[in-house]
């Protein structure tokens, strides 16, 4: 039986781990930017509200399905929707975190790809949250939905953008809540072996219907950082770890059976088979 996450491959083992100091200030670092780099885009209400009315006209247009039916899923009870609410709180950063430090210590080859990969992602949504302000769903009257933070709790936002010093209300789009949960399902898709590493989709899935469910995002937001993550991906790319240091044993298998390996590990060289003597006696019934 095969556990949820097996060892890692030797040739990924084998993959010396970045210097842990410098690391930890380069993540250290993306979290800095991704928090101060919202509040760059603080500000600009009204053109904040006009592109929510614009992303809602359009994704009426494109007939998707409403928010407001996942939040009637969430407001079935006080209990539920105070979960949600917490989810939505507590576990963006503490996931990403998580799933870093995992990669450095177990996959440090698949680190450095998952590290820079965010790193891309966040700086092209920082890039959209300036030249693209949007007020959530929340704050749109037009969309019929509850601020389900500032009513049930808890909730990292001010009562109004312009007295939250700690956050860019109007950064919904893309919708780095997701982007960074679906980043970690592909990771870990990628960096194990295990025939249930599908599930690890099920944490963006749940991240969607709890950033929808509480109305701080559109379905657009989180279409958008799929796309933005997809771009990234193929440009940085996976690394390609062999299976075993030593190859697999069929790689090994000669057609006339397995070579013999050294005591290194490599295969030993093909011995020609000694060609016979001219004119040599052959004793019969003996075995070539």
Request: positive net charge; charged residues 15%; without cysteine.
């Amino acid at each position: 039986m095969e556990r949820p996450t097996e060892p890692a491959p030797k040739g990924s083992a084998a993959i010396p781990r970045p210097p842990l100091v410098r690391e930890v200030l380069l993540v250290a670092g993306l979290f800095l930017v991704y928090k101060l780099g919202r509040q760059l885009a603080t500000g600009h209400t009204a053109e904040a509200f006009g592109n929510a009315h614009r992303v809602w006209d359009l994704e009426r247009f494109l007939h998707l399905p409403g928010e407001g039916s996942v939040q009637s899923v969430t407001l079935h009870g006080d209990t539920l929707v105070h979960v949600v609410n917490t989810y939505y709180a507590t576990v963006h950063f503490p996931a990403t975190a998580a799933f870093l430090i995992w990669l450095y210590l177990r996959r440090p080859g698949h680190y450095v790809w998952a590290r820079r990969v965010l790193a891309a992602v966040t700086a092209a949504a920082l890039v959209v949250h300036l030249t693209f302000p949007l007020a959530p769903p929340r704050m749109l009257a037009a969309t019929g939905l509850v601020d389900t933070g500032q009513v049930y709790g808890p909730t990292v936002y001010g009562a109004s953008p312009k007295t939250d010093s700690l956050s860019n209300q109007f950064a919904a789009m893309p919708s780095l809540h997701f982007g960074w949960a679906l980043m970690v399902a592909i990771g870990l898709i990628v960096a194990t072996r295990s025939r249930w590493r599908l599930l690890w989709l099920l944490h963006p899935l749940l991240t969607l219907l709890v950033i929808v469910g509480t109305a701080n995002h559109y379905w657009l937001d989180s279409i958008v950082a799929a796309a933005v993550l997809g771009v990234v991906l193929a440009v940085v790319r996976p690394p390609h770890l062999p299976a075993a240091t030593g190859g697999s044993g069929q790689e090994r298998e000669d057609v006339g059976g397995s070579v013999p390996a050294t005591p290194g590990g490599r295969a030993a060289p093909d011995v020609p088979e000694a060609p016979e003597l001219v004119g040599a006696p052959r004793l019969v019934g003996a075995r070539r």
